[in-house]
Structures are given as structure tokens and as C-alpha cells.
């Protein structure tokens, strides 16, 4: 079982989303321009492109997600109450064990097919509860930059995969901060026309 990082946006300068993140922009200032890629005409479906193919791998034998709060919802402290339920309707696309880190810890949310977990354990802990969760499959790290930063920081991430828009930010959520780059190694760079896909693994 890994730890996987997949399809994850970054401007040229290195920010995962733009700066002012809120309810009615969720990805910051301009953020959304990172994933112009992902929502792209690709109808040509018997033969998918690269972007496509990355898309699906992101996907593939995972069985359960760690992300941070904000990438749930944009509520910060105490949750004021438990209507937030976050982005994705009633049935969000996930279908397996979500944990949601955060410093308030609440009650799980079960929702169609996917139930959140609200904890405030160490990555390690909340790591071990995926990993078990998952029943012998991958767990994905899904975000969002602070999230996928201080796992690999802590080198619990084995498999990086980095979506670099053609975007320039200038400021908002980096990722490149405060860990090794020299503990990964490249095993494949990709591009489209609307993206470079480079992929990583850890080298342990």
C-alpha cells in the first residue's frame, strides 16, 4: 500500500491555488486556471489523451483519501454548525473513506457511498487509519497544498504527480516549501497542450 499524490495543479511560480481562497472562489484569485486541463473537450474517449490518461490514474486502486479542511469546505475554527457538507452534492465522487484533517475534530459525515472523517491525529496516526480503511489498496493524498506539504515533509509520501499549468499566480498556496526534492526521483514527464505532467516517486 502507498501513499499517492495525483493530478495535482501547480503554476509555473509553484502555488496550488491562488491567494483570498473563499466560498465563492474556492481555488483563490485566478486559482481556477490551474485546471483548465482537467476540464477540457476530450470526446474522443477510444482514444484518450495524455491528460486523460493521468486523470484515470488518479483513480486507479485506491480505496481510501486523506485531505485537509479546506480542500472539504472554506469554514475556518469551530464549525458554527455541521450544515457545511462539502462541495459536491449528496453523492461526492470519492466511494470509499475520506479523512479530513483538522483542528476540530466533529462527528463523521455519511454521505452516498462516502463517509468523511473529521480528526485531528498525527499524519502518521491519520495515515495508518487510511491505510487500514483502504482494505489493501492505496490511499490517495488529496489535498490541498498545506495537506500534501507536511506529508512530504514527514516522507510518508511515496508517489508524486504534478500537473504544471502554464499560469503564472505570483502569490497563494506553494508547495514546493519546507521538504527534500532530492528524496524523489522522475519517472515520467508528459505534456498536452494544456499541461506537463511530471511524476514522481520516493526514493527511500
Do not use: C
Not at 66 to 87: L, Q, S, T
Not at 163 to 189: C, M, N
Amino acid at each position: 500500500m502507498t501513499l499517492r499524490v495525483h493530478n495535482l495543479s501547480v503554476s509555473l511560480d509553484g502555488f496550488a491555488a491562488g491567494p483570498d481562497q473563499s466560498q465563492d472562489n474556492p481555488m483563490g484569485v485566478d486559482g481556477m486556471a490551474l485546471h483548465q486541463w482537467v476540464f477540457a473537450d476530450r470526446s474522443d474517449t477510444e482514444h484518450p489523451d495524455a491528460d486523460q490518461r493521468m486523470l484515470d490514474l488518479g483513480t486507479e486502486n485506491i480505496g481510501a483519501t486523506i485531505m485537509g479542511r479546506n480542500m472539504f469546505g472554506p469554514i475556518r475554527g469551530e464549525w458554527p454548525d455541521h450544515g457545511w457538507r462539502g462541495w459536491w452534492g449528496e453523492e461526492p465522487p470519492y466511494h470509499h473513506p475520506v479523512f479530513v484533517l483538522t483542528h476540530h475534530p466533529r462527528p463523521p459525515l455519511e454521505m452516498v457511498g462516502t463517509t468523511f472523517h473529521f480528526t485531528d491525529d498525527p499524519l502518521e496516526a491519520v495515515l495508518d487509519r487510511a491505510h487500514e480503511a483502504a482494505s489493501g489498496k492505496d490511499v490517495r493524498l488529496g489535498g490541498g497544498a498545506s495537506t500534501v506539504r507536511q506529508y512530504l515533509k514527514a516522507g510518508l509520501v511515496d508517489h508524486l504527480h504534478l500537473a504544471v499549468s502554464p499560469v503564472i499566480l505570483g502569490a497563494g498556496e506553494p508547495i514546493y516549501d519546507g521538504w527534500d526534492v532530492s528524496t524523489f526521483e522522475r519517472t515520467e514527464t508528459v505534456g498536452s497542450d494544456q499541461v506537463l505532467h511530471v511524476v514522481y516517486r520516493a526514493v527511500r
